[in-house]
């Protein structure tokens, strides 16, 4: 006794019966012809009966198996088998569901027709050779048309009988082609080119009939696709519909597989094994079109999409596809969004998720160009902020995916306003394709380059400068002028107890000649720092410096605190080395923007100082901590040292410590 009987003559009715039998549902499935049962493999719980029924012949056989329910999944040309199908399961009070093969869609270039009669009307209006893909049992009905021998080229099935019969209608020859479909793209082109076909008449069999495919062969090659509709208006369940309702009915619940896979750079030679492997099992497919393209098989159900909310509201919305694979570009592991996604699919406990490593870009483009990566820094400017000039500058390899198409040029600009236009640049565009573009050359000779908006580079600068891991620049490696510059012992101590990271967000205010924004700068090599100064000729200063220390994330603010500030980001961190005595109103700007900024304050006066304390009790800073620095340096009077005392300055920190990490 079966639980199911499915009459098959589709992909998706032999789709729905491996799912049935997979799931432990026991199913018969009926198939009119042997080569129908050739695409099934019987088992514990799928087995196949062979051979066409009548209506007595079906009533028969569902009142012997008394399944619960009974999957119609016959051709949708199929027209009196469905009805004869739909009366057997009336007759038995048998539960009757109806499996439709999604439709395709038409582009509006084609000429549509009701019936096989109609596209003979319409031929006989015509001259050209005919490729006819709408099988052997109508094939008959062309003998009404004119010259028919000399114009039909004839695709069917490669079975003796098949080729039989469509040999006694006067069809054989190079006029009979004997070929298994479905067909790609380009062998439905081929076939057209090589016959010299103006039309091709074909049935909408949807997708996985290799309809698309045909009428897109058709249009490459100009020819009029002739389009027979179904001749039923039927309705019914897709595949995925029914595998719902299959799961709800006996009460399954399916523990999906899902693979993250990466594909490499695009072409599918790069794929590794594991991951070929992957996609042959998946029956669903995710992942943004270019990507998903490049990698679907015939027998996949591809969902467009690579937002990671949506990936995961399509997966369950598809609990009939037990094996999913998301398709990611490059390497899961390397700038990918497989880190958010990967968390969030594990939050279900209905999913067993599993990630398959590919060749990320950089293994990739620096094996083309024949430089190691493992003394290179690695980094990505698509789609995220990252300061590339400081790690070029920095460092004498950094590698990076780029995300626009003046991103190259845009590069070479900054290197060449940073006096590093010697700076070779190795670029990678569309790597993998055949329209694959690798070079080098100057930065200086690609300030106007136009790039692929997908692109890497490879910075090679053998004029580096080693960052130093301390603070501590010399006061005399500064360009100095008539403005006030925090020296270098006292600017070490400030920058200590601000506790820069590398990302941190930074304001110099009262930057002078922006000795403390230069350092904060160094530090901050991924952040961003402003220099807020109101003195013309100290701002100067400050963009000298800026250009000589090779710092484009550095920004000078021109103006007056705290009105200068107001248009800023939220600091992480600030340095007051002078207020014009707006002190009190210059840490309220900040605490509105940041309860937990973190404050440095250089002071000389007790005034000052006294000010802060009243700050401190009005704000109740968690945290305040004032430090008395007193430098002295030694001066040379003929054959001694004397050490002479600078002015003795006042290290202020505040900062609210239970917020820092909100």
């Known amino acids: 006794m079966y639980k199911v009987i499915v009459f098959a003559g589709t992909t998706e009715g032999y789709a729905i019966s491996r799912f049935l039998a997979e799931h432990h549902i026991s199913v018969l499935v009926c198939v009119a012809t042997s080569y129908g049962k050739k695409s099934l493999t019987e088992g514990e719980f799928l087995s196949v009966h062979d051979g066409r029924l009548d209506l007595n012949g079906m009533i028969e056989l569902i009142q012997l198996q008394t399944p619960e329910l009974v999957i119609d999944a016959t051709h949708p040309y199929a027209a009196i088998v469905t009805e004869t199908i739909r009366e057997a399961c009336s007759q038995t009070n048998t539960a009757y569901h109806r499996l439709l093969r999604a439709e395709g869609k038409l582009d509006g270039t084609e000429v549509y027709v009701d019936s096989i009669e109609e596209a003979i009307a319409y031929l006989e209006q015509t001259k050209g050779n005919i490729l006819i893909t709408t099988g052997s049992k109508e094939l008959a009905k062309f003998q009404a048309l004119s010259n028919y021998q000399e114009r039909i080229f004839a695709r069917v099935l490669s079975l003796p009988s098949v080729m039989l019969s469509c040999a006694e209608l006067g069809i054989e020859g190079k006029h009979l082609i004997g070929m298994q479909g479905p067909f790609s793209t380009e062998l439905n082109e081929a076939m057209l080119k090589q016959y010299d076909c103006k039309y091709l008449v074909t049935k909408n069999s949807g997708k996985t009939g290799g309809f698309a495919e045909k009428l897109e062969a058709a249009q ?25 309702k299959m799961l709800l009915h006996f009460g399954i619940t399916v523990r999906q597989k899902i693979t993250l896979l990466g594909i490499g750079m695009g072409d599918e030679e790069l794929l590794t094994i594991q991951a070929k492997n992957a996609l042959k099992e998946a029956d669903l497919l995710i992942g ?12 996949h159900k591809v969902i467009y999409e690579y937002v990671s909310d949506k990936i995961i509201r399509s997966i369950i919305e598809h609990p009939g596809s037990s094996k999913v694979v998301i398709a990611l570009s490059g390497d899961v592991g390397f700038y990918s969004g497989a880190k958010k996604l990967l968390d969030q699919l594990k939050a279900y406990e209905q999913f067993e998720v599993s990630v398959v490593c590919g060749i990320s870009s950089v293994v990739y483009f620096m094996s083309q160009i024949g430089l190691s990566w493992d003394d290179a820094v690695i980094t990505s400017a698509h789609g995220r902020s990252c300061n590339l000039l400081s790690l070029i500058r920095n460092h004498r390899k950094v590698f990076s995916i780029l995300g626009t198409s003046d991103g190259i040029a845009s590069l070479a600009k900054q290197l060449c306003t940073y006096g590093m236009g010697e700076v070779i640049l190795y670029v990678g565009e569309k790597l993998s394709y055949t329209e694959e573009k690798i070079f080098s050359a100057k930065a200086s000779e690609l300030t106007e380059y136009v790039s692929d908006p997908l692109s890497v580079i490879c910075a090679v600068n053998n004029n580096y400068q080693k960052q130093k891991t301390t603070h501590g620049i010399s006061d005399d490696s500064f360009t100095r002028g008539k403005a006030p510059m925090t020296k270098e012992e006292i600017r070490t101590i400030s920058l200590a107890k601000l506790q820069l990271e590398e990302d941190s967000i930074c304001y110099d205010i009262g930057a002078g000649t922006g000795s403390v924004s230069v350092e904060m700068a160094l530090r901050a090599s991924q952040g961003q720092v402003y220099a807020i100064e109101r003195k013309e000729e100290a701002a100067d200063l400050i963009e000298v410096n800026k250009i000589e220390f090779a710092l484009d994330h550095l920004r000078v603010v021109r103006g007056l605190a705290p009105e200068a500030m107001i248009d800023l980001p939220a600091p992480t961190h600030a340095f007051i080395g002078g207020s014009a005595g707006n002190l009190k109103e210059i840490v309220e700007m900040l605490l509105n923007k940041n309860k937990a900024v973190r404050i440095v304050i250089n002071c000389i006066t007790l005034e000052t100082v006294a000010e802060i304390m009243s700050l401190v009790k ?20 003929a054959n001694y040292h004397l050490m002479m005392g600078e002015n003795p300055i006042y290290i202020v920190t505040l900062c609210n410590a239970s917020s820092e990490n909100e």
């Open 618 to 637: 009005e704000k109740q800073f968690e945290t305040s901590e004032i430090v008395q620095v007193m430098v002295s340096r030694a001066k040379t009077v």
């Open 288 to 299: 943004a079109k270019r990507i998903a393209d490049s990698v679907s098989m015939p027998h």
């Open 220 to 244: 490459r090659c100009g020819v009029t696709s002739i389009v027979i509709g179904r001749p039923l208006k039927e309705t019914g369940d897709s595949l995925e519909e029914m595998q719902k």
